[in-house]
Nanobody
Framework: QVQLMESGGGLVQPGGSLRLSCAAS????????MGWYRQAPGKQREMVAT???????NYADSVKGRFTVSRDNAKNTGYLQMNSLKPEDTAVYYC???????????WGKGTLVTVFS
């Protein structure tokens, strides 16, 4: 199965930008649907953005127009470009890869994004 490692988190001021990366290994990344999820302190994990193996995207209402999910299958890497960041975007961001038809569902360990003023 695929293994995932996130990177790119950090500290940023409101209005700033970050780009998260999700490096995949161990399987053919292009076969997997990929997604970004986040979990803020004291809250449940929530979907941020997803991109299917075919390239179709979906976003949470709270990030539409600010975040962009993409993937480079040749590099086995997924991305989340985050612009106009807000304090409420502060969370641990997790990368997910799944092949629902085969019951495969893998998670990275997460990367922390902190938006502070």
């Amino acid at each position: 199965q695929v293994q995932l490692m996130e990177s790119g988190g950090g500290l940023v001021q409101p209005g700033g930008s970050l780009r998260l990366s999700c490096a995949a290994s161990g399987s053919i990344f292009s076969f997997y649907d990929m997604g970004w999820y986040r979990q803020a302190p004291g809250k449940q994990r929530e979907m941020v953005a997803t991109i299917t193996s075919g390239g179709s995207t979906n976003y949470a209402d709270s990030v539409k127009g600010r975040f962009t999910v993409s993937r480079d299958n040749a590099k086995n890497t997924g991305y989340l470009q985050m612009n106009s960041l807000k304090p409420e975007d502060t969370a641990v961001y997790y990368c997910n890869a799944r092949r629902t038809s085969l019951g495969m569902d893998r998670w990275g360990k997460g990367t922390l994004v902190t938006v502070f003023s």
